[in-house]
């Protein structure tokens, strides 16, 4: 019987790591990329149902290796909700805006006419050709590229969807109010089933605790502006006041939120994942903020 050499430690390669907000969170894993029909198995055993209205919260790196990447967690959410469902993902954009973080970073420290420069090159928004934000995650990149999907109008918080409801839902956005009466999110709350599926996301990604921002009685403010297109399509700057949006305490708000309704926990792919009742959820995160906010924004902690 012969004997293979020990081999020398400094000759076997690095292990390959997937970089990016969405690169799976276990690159050693031995297991094959899931499939799509056990992703779909995977979604009902957590609760999802045909018809079902879902707003998705999704760290696809979470999920780990599937069939696809992306878009076979498309076809899975897809299949699991049927014809006659509907999804919706946050298809935001910050780089079109001078008041958000991701403009601060990228601007600070340039001189007067740098900036200028900076600010002449952003473009403006628009619904079909615009990227959502890296920030976003994959998978609402790739739900607004699919054939059927339509957006919202919105020049900085815009939705996609598709599904049965999605043009009832993402119409008429109110471009000076991120998620008010007249947003998309307003609407899923008028929906007595709509929920929220967060895939591997935690609670400080829960999009409808924004809603419960505007249904104080005190509710703080702040100058946004950002480049949208004039009714010729030319890029114009654009400046609305609307609510100061705050999520540091987003996650205080979901670890007692867990404690006071029913919400299914369980793995999709090996992402933890929740499936959460839209409507008690922002109620409770509205009664939350008057009792442990102040003036309108979170307390110090």
Not at 18 to 47: F, I, K, N, Q, Y
Not at 196 to 218: D, I, K, N, P
Not at 270 to 297: E, H, K, Y
């Amino acid at each position: 019987m012969t004997t293979r050499p020990p081999v020398d430690p400094r000759l076997i390669p690095p292990p390959v790591v997937a970089l990016g907000p969405d690169a799976p969170a276990d690159t050693s894993a031995a297991r094959p990329p899931r499939t799509v029909r056990e992703l779909v198995g995977d979604l009902r055993d957590l609760g999802v149902q045909s018809s079902d209205v879902l707003l998705v919260h999704c760290r696809l790196r979470d999920i780990g290796a599937v069939e696809r990447g992306a878009r076979g967690v498309l076809a899975a959410l897809t299949e699991a909700v049927g014809k006659n469902g509907t999804l919706v993902l946050p298809a935001f954009t910050e780089l079109n805006s001078d008041t958000s973080l991701p403009f601060q970073r990228a601007t600070h420290g340039l001189s007067d006419d740098e900036l200028q420069a900076y600010k002449s090159k952003m473009p403006p928004f628009d619904p079909v050709w615009t990227p959502a934000s890296p920030t976003m995650g994959a998978l609402a990149e790739v739900l607004r590229q699919a054939p059927g999907s339509v957006r919202s109008s919105h020049p900085q918080s815009s939705f996609v969807a598709r599904g049965s409801l999605a043009d009832g839902i993402v119409r008429h956005h109110n471009p000076v109010s991120h998620f008010g009466e007249q947003s998309p999110l307003a609407r899923l709350f008028s929906l007595p089933d709509a929920k929220v599926l967060m895939l591997g996301a935690g609670f400080s990604a829960f999009t409808g605790f924004h809603l419960a921002e505007y249904y104080q009685s005190r509710i703080a403010t702040r100058m946004y502006r950002c480049v949208a297109p004039d009714w010729l399509g030319r890029p114009m700057w654009a400046s609305y006041e609307d609510v100061l949006l705050d999520l540091a305490d987003f996650d205080r708000i979901g670890a007692d939120l867990t404690e006071h309704i029913p919400i299914a926990q369980g793995l999709v792919g090996n992402a933890q994942s929740r499936l959460v009742p839209l409507i008690p959820a922002v109620a409770f995160a509205a009664d939350w903020m008057a009792r442990n906010r102040t003036n309108g924004a979170p307390a110090v902690a």
